[in-house]
């Protein structure tokens, strides 16, 4: 745990996460203005590839959970029936609409989220949301920042592609620069981490996520990562993690919710900590509320924090008379 000092702690960040996806479907271009306006320092952006190595901004390398691809294109799944968007060129995902993520019995995943119906959004490149976010901090005169992560990069690299180069070219073209430092850049694979900074030369500052081994997410050995000593792995590599909030709570035998020392151990690295997600409709076992959850996660020494309602993440920091 962060020790208290007489000087007020940094704010932590507001990471909207999928944009203001507690409101509006994930990663939907209106879900991202939301959560603009609602006032997180950054918003987040999952990247896969299409057909034609176009980016789009979509959680999954899948589309049949989150739009309605199964009705729209029905003999294009793979023969194990899911719907690849690397199989689909950028002018067909473009005739797709993203609705609220459901389930694989087809019902949806939060029941009080935006409803059925009335779905009139699209599958955004990365290209249409990194210009929304510029547009909307020059109009607002706001400094929102970006938090791309590429998902599956050795399934990408498996499929013919290459994703990194083609990120790093992305926000080369629309000049994002390295300073102010506007921009992390998050993967869950260590490998790939390396590979941008020694290899690519990145000029972002890089955060690992921290899964859980039996999510087959990669490669990279998450148990060892948590282990004693673990995170030193990490060290000149990256500048943060992204650990699964679980991994940061633990319960005393008297039912006390207590941290794991992760955190502590972080800091003692350079590191920043950015967990995710801290949703209102899926609290871990023991917090009544979104603000309890945040309560503990401050008083562990966050950094920032990945949230689906970042209206109430950021109404909770300001409430609480962190420093800038």
Known sequence: MRSHASVPAPRPLTIAHRGASGYLPEHSLAA??????MGAEFIEQDVVVTADDELIVLHDIHLEQVT???????????????????????????????????GNDGKPVFATRFPEGFTPFAVPTLAEELA???????SRQ????????????????QEGVDIAPLLLRSLEAVDYPATPEPVWL???DLAENTRLRQHWAAPYRLVQLIGDDSWKESTTRYAELLSPGGLTALKGTVDGIG?????????SDGGERLGTHLIEEA???DLQVHPYTLRADALPSGFETLEDLLAFLTREGIDGIFCDFP?????????????V
Do not use: C
């Open 32 to 37: 991202k203005a939301l959560a603009h306006a």
């Open 311 to 323: 209206d109430r993440s950021v109404a909770y920091f300001d409430n609480q008379g962190f420093g």
């Open 186 to 188: 998050l993967w869950s």
């Open 243 to 251: 650990p699964w909030i679980p991994q940061l709570v633990m319960q």
């Open 68 to 102: 309605d691809v199964a009705t729209r294109f029905t003999d294009r799944s793979r023969e194990d029936g899911r719907y690849y968007a690397r199989d689909f060129s950028l002018a067909e995902i473009k005739q797709l609409r993203l609705r609220e993520r459901v």
């Open 267 to 269: 800091h003692a690295l």
């Open 142 to 157: 706001a400094t929102t920042g970006i938090y791309p992560e590429i998902k599956k990069p050795e399934w990408h690299r």
């Open 132 to 138: 929304l976010i510029r547009g909307l901090n020059s």
